[in-house]
């Protein structure tokens, strides 16, 4: 349920020169719940994002909509919101701050702040795998969200809450702009 960002999502990329700039051009970000009777899968693809990188630093930050997560079940999809607060709290965004030197690595270790929920989550060194091809360059890794961290009282069915963790697996490909 969250980096509806999870948030999100997000991520920290890419392999970046003086004063470059990246966009996010498609994301799949995807949040798993976990309940003895079922497991649940939201996902979006309405991640935005941009990157900038400047003496030897890239900063990238990364929003999407609370309610453009989709998990199959309209029902589930509206008490979701309800649980994290979508209507106080639309959007869920990640920043990161990463080296230069790191963002050309195969994995980076970044980390990521994510607001959620009316809540501000610090992760440290979330390991993000690094692609690239020609000027677009792939990152992929999960967020190891919970719902505590969020504040977040966990939902039930048949009066039994749903796990506390709420991981959130990032897809993105980033561009760099010429």
Not at 88 to 110: L, N
Not at 121 to 130: F, H, I, S
Request: aromatic fraction near 6%; hydrophobic fraction near 40%; charge should be neutral.
């Amino acid at each position: 349920m969250r980096l509806s960002l999870v948030s999100l999502l997000v991520a920290s990329p890419l392999a970046a020169q003086t004063s470059s700039q990246w966009t996010l051009e498609q994301s799949t970000l995807t949040y798993f719940v976990s309940h003895p009777l079922h497991h649940v899968e939201g996902v979006s693809h309405a991640a935005r994002g941009k990157g900038i990188c400047r003496a030897g630093e890239c900063d990238f930050l990364i929003s999407v909509p609370v309610n453009s997560f989709d998990s199959g079940d309209s029902n589930r999809d509206l008490h979701m919101l309800q649980v994290v607060r979508g209507g106080a709290f639309p959007m869920c965004t990640v920043r990161t701050r990463i080296a230069e030197a790191a963002a050309k690595s195969d994995t980076i270790r970044a980390d990521l702040t994510v607001e959620f929920a009316g809540q501000t989550v610090l992760y440290k060194q979330v390991p993000l795998q690094r692609s690239s091809q020609g000027a677009e360059t792939g990152i992929v890794g999960t967020i190891p969200a919970t719902l505590a961290d969020f504040k977040i009282d966990p939902p039930s069915l048949l009066t039994i809450p749903v796990r506390n963790d709420i991981p959130v697996r990032v897809e993105m490909t980033w561009e760099r702009q010429p």
